[in-house]
């Protein structure tokens, strides 16, 4: 700017050339180097005392990014008015500087309007939300009208808090004021608060109240994404179908909505008719959060071609499209594809770690999964409680219970404390839980049931199941009582674990009352699942008719699971004739060439003397091709596995083994006559230790 053109100013009558160069300044986005040749000038001029052109000063100099400037102007002015407060006000609190700009506003001997909306939108922008509804429940109790922007900036702290209390209040007030009912900034505002509260039917109603000539694309946006993330996750793409019909025309943000909606779906029809629409825009095509968005959809949608296409024409790659590309070969069950891309990553982050360690665990590769997690453990990654609950599964998976208690330690050192909130980890100590009652170790998953801070229905599902599972059938009905005693609603899991419970106590009654009664008083329909369990409950029972009678009253076809289940009780039973009907029925429904319902029949002729039926079992298992897989047993010693097979005689160390098993045999027939009223824990110390006998063998060296 030249300096001679500022020479001229000195002429001028008034200061309004000064002004309009000031805010040629600010529209220019010039330094504060020509802001101060302007004050220069204005010192020399008659105006350098106006407090008009000394707040325009402030002003531009904040703009600017000269705060100092600013600020040194408003200490040296001898006279200000509220418009040269509200000025360095809204100056501190947009960049950020609120206890300085509360300062400022404290000591002010008067305020306006500005001045209560600088703060609350101060406050509200650096997601100090409280303190921004402070100060606009201050405001309102001042007397003062609460117009867009407060309203705007109090809802936007409310939506951050998940506050639905007080962005209804504000809403009442709103409601009261017909001009801002209108406004589409603040019905927007409005559907994105109770969008982020979870309230879906209530962001529906004042998009529907709004009208059509009241929304913007921020106003479908919102409405998109609140059914997106709080679901029904259909009705994301029944909203964006009625956008486009009322002609008007997505953005990039509407567009990543409704293809997340598409992933979480597997919709991948409609989110091929996106990325059509996406392909013909020459803006969006190569944009990159849009390309990571439909990477992941396809991964999703099962679909890991097309999602490698995406991923190789992307000019520019990063974590989120590898991160997607690495679940999605892991849903796909190519795990090594998904391990080569981790290992061509040239950044990673915790997310990706997860992403392979929950494909290996996903696909039954629990010892990857571990292994991968003592790298992460090396390479300082800090896990998250996505990490734990996948590593706890892979222990629980594979009982590995020494493994399991040094996650359980990994848990404790990060300090989860297994309650609800903005990063829940609950789920967490429901792995735990998991880990310890598959293990075996049920007073331990006990343990952590009651150390939770907050529970919620999987916690109670899995220490009741826990605890049904391990034989403790008694324990798991207390709990079960005790769960409806707190609130806790069961949901069909939790009475597949009572079922299941009754069945290993032998409480057939009480089975039978929980069956008939889920409807009525639980408002849990019967599914298959738990007919399997009263089948198993009267099969073991020797209610042969009874389940047999069940399983043909069905609303639904009984599957080899639940036959499977009577065939074996009409086998403990000595049952043939039903027995015969039954594994007929099992061989109808059984889709593979599995040996179970042969062999079971066949032990049951044998069992009898009826070697003729025995043979015509086996000759129709010649003629089907069914041929029976040996059984196999193993038992981790000094972490090698050692595998035992029937007549297997191969193991190095047979005859010591061998000589200890005569030795256990002949002590269970020794206690055979008096075990039932013998002390059950002084059967399990002698059992457990004979077990520690065999172990010694194993471990002892040679």
Not at 205 to 218: A, K, L, T
Not at 406 to 414: F, I
Request: proline letters at 3%; charged letters at 20%.
């Amino acid at each position: 700017m030249a300096r001679n053109s500022f020479l001229k100013l000195a002429c001028f009558t008034n200061s309004s050339p000064f002004a309009n160069l000031l805010d040629s300044c600010i529209k220019s986005k010039l330094p504060p180097t020509d802001v101060r040749t302007i004050h220069a000038s204005i010192i020399k001029s008659p105006f350098f005392n106006e407090v008009f052109i000394h707040n325009r000063l402030i002003d531009a100099y904040a703009k600017r990014g000269s705060l100092h400037d600013a600020r040194k102007v408003f200490d040296e002015m001898p006279q200000r008015n509220v418009y040269t407060w509200n000025t360095l006000v809204t100056a501190l609190a947009k960049l950020g500087l609120l206890d300085e700009a509360e300062t400022l506003f404290l000591s002010m001997p008067e305020r306006d309007q500005c001045t209560w909306n600088s703060m609350v939108s101060g406050f509200a922008q650096r997601d100090r939300c409280e303190e921004a509804l402070r100060y606009l429940a201050l405001m309102h109790k001042g007397g003062f009208l609460l117009n867009e922007y407060a309203c705007a900036s109090g809802l936007s702290a409310c939506s951050s808090l998940s506050d639905v209390n007080r962005g209804v209040q504000i809403h009442s007030l709103i409601a009261k004021s017909p001009g801002l009912l209108s406004d589409v900034h603040i019905g927007s505002a409005l559907v994105d608060m109770y969008s982020k509260c979870g309230k879906v039917d209530d962001a529906q109603q004042v998009f529907d109240e709004m009208g059509g000539g009241c929304r913007n694309v921020v106003t479908w946006n919102s409405l998109i994404t609140c059914y997106e993330q709080n679901g029904p996750v259909v009705e994301a793409i029944n909203v964006f179908r009625l956008m486009l019909r009322s002609s008007f025309e997505p953005d990039e943000v509407t567009l990543a909505s409704v293809i997340s909606a598409c992933a979480s779906l597997s919709a991948g029809k409609v989110g091929r008719e996106v990325h059509g629409r996406v392909a013909k825009d020459v803006k969006l095509r190569n944009d990159i959060i849009l390309s990571n968005a439909f990477v992941d959809m396809y991964a999703k949608c099962g679909r890991i071609k097309e999602a490698r296409i995406i991923f190789d024409s992307m000019p520019i790659r990063n974590v989120i499209a590898e991160t997607s590309m690495i679940s999605g070969y892991a849903m796909a069950a190519s795990t090594k594809a998904a391990r080569l891309m981790f290992t061509k990553m040239t950044e990673r982050n915790v997310v990706s770690w997860n992403a392979l360690i929950a494909g290996y665990t996903q696909n039954g590769e629990n010892e990857e999964a571990l292994s991968l997690f003592c790298l992460l453990k090396r390479e300082s990654v800090c896990p998250t409680h996505y990490t734990f609950a996948n590593i706890l599964k892979a222990c629980a998976d594979l009982a590995e219970l020494h493994l399991g208690m040094q996650a359980h330690v990994h848990v404790l050192k990060h300090g989860f404390k297994f309650q609800s909130g903005e990063e829940t980890d609950i789920f967490v100590g429901n792995s735990l839980i998991d880990m310890y009652v598959k293990c075996g170790c049920v007073e331990d998953g006990y343990l952590v049931f009651r150390k939770m801070t907050e529970r919620d229905c999987v916690s109670w599902n899995a220490m009741i199941i826990g605890f049904a599972q391990n034989g403790y059938g008694n324990e798991a009905l207390e709990l079960f009582r005790e769960m409806l005693g707190s609130g806790e609603k069961p949901d069909h899991i939790t009475l597949i674990g009572v079922l299941s419970a009754c069945g290993h106590a032998g409480l057939v009654d009480e089975g039978r009352h929980y069956f008939s009664s889920m409807t009525r008083d639980f408002g849990v329909a019967p599914l298959r699942d738990h007919y399997t369990c009263m089948v198993d409950l009267l099969g073991r029972a020797g209610f042969l008719e009874e389940a047999k009678s069940m399983i043909e009253e069905m609303p639904t076809e009984p599957d080899s699971v639940i036959w499977g289940s009577l065939l074996a009780a009409c086998k403990v039973h000595r049952n043939i004739t039903l027995g015969k009907y039954v594994a007929e029925k099992l061989l109808e429904v059984e889709t593979t060439s599995n040996s179970g319902p042969y062999v079971l029949l066949s032990n049951m002729y044998a069992e009898n003397g009826q070697w003729e039926d025995v043979m015509n079992v086996r000759k129709s298992m010649r003629k089907e091709g069914v041929t029976k897989q040996p059984g196999f047993s193993w038992i981790d010693i000094q972490g090698r596995s050692h595998v035992f097979m029937a007549k297997d005689k191969r193991h190095p160390r047979k005859k010591q083994i061998h000589s200890l098993l005569d030795i256990l045999i002949a002590e269970m027939r020794r206690k055979q006559d008096h075990a039932e009223t013998g002390s059950l824990s002084s059967e399990e110390n002698e059992l457990f230790i004979l077990s520690s006998l065999v172990q010694q063998c194993l471990v002892s060296p040679f």
